[in-house]
T-cell receptor
């Protein structure tokens, strides 16, 4: 398994500002993902954070709004830029470690989420 | 991505078995069927997955229809801690796209 932590756990921000969310994993993983969960809704994938290259964004999400960094195999950040109240959501990171040598599971592990409220 | 259909909500009593159905009629022949659940105020957690045969683990059992167009997650004795939203997700597994596509899921309420 993988243990994932996120910082901050929650924040209240003013519109027009930006917030950077950190995701730390206790072991090296190949794939890291960022999801958004709007109030009362299911999870929607924002992007795949690729180590050593630009993130791959899903339809409807753009790099200017959600820049992502992945400097190494255990860490990633997601920035929510120029926030509006519509960005109020829970943001979750997840990892899929199965491609690493010795790992055979194809399950994903999720962080606890960052609850963002934009006023 | 294969489309899934799950009941919006289900209720169970504590200590009783729960059968959570999922229809995935457009699933490809090589997709695994994964189940995740999301407890209140937590990130999703893996429950179980299978390809064709029924599967058991310490958390649950997974019964897969012979034509693979539907599956049922079975909690043998529901506890209050099993109250969560349960997601059924077709997934290609190793070698395919790693991303998970979440549907609306089934919200399970467990009554004491």
């Amino acid at each position: 398994s993988a243990v994932i932590s996120q910082k901050p756990s929650r924040d209240i921000c003013q519109r027009g500002t930006s917030l950077t969310i950190q995701c730390q994993v206790d072991s090296q993983v190949t794939m890291m993902f960022w999801y958004r969960q709007q109030p009362g809704q299911s999870l929607t994938l924002i992007a795949t954070a690729n180590q050593g290259s630009e993130a791959t964004y899903e339809s409807g999400f753009v790099i200017d709004k959600f820049p992502i960094s992945r400097p190494n195999l255990t860490f990633s950040t997601l920035t929510v830029s120029n926030m509006s109240p519509e960005d109020s959501s829970i943001y979750l990171c997840s990892v899929a470690p199965w491609r690493l040598a010795g790992i055979t599971t194809d399950t994903q592990y999720f962080g606890p989420g960052t609850r963002l409220t934009v006023l | 991505d294969a489309k899934t259909t799950q009941p919006n909500s289900m209720e169970s009593n504590e200590e009783e078995p729960v059968h959570l159905p999922c229809n995935h009629s457009t699933i490809s022949g090589t997709d695994y069927i994964h189940w995740y659940r999301q407890l209140p105020s937590q990130g999703p957690e893996y429950v179980i997955h299978g390809l064709t045969s029924n599967v058991n683990n310490r958390m649950a059992s997974l019964a897969i229809a012979e034509d693979r167009k539907s599956s049922t997650l079975i909690l043998h004795r529901a506890t209050l801690r099993d109250a969560a939203v349960y997601y059924c997700i077709p997934h290609p597994g190793p070698g395919g796209s790693e991303k998970l596509v979440f549907g609306k899921g089934t919200k399970l309420t467990v009554n004491p």
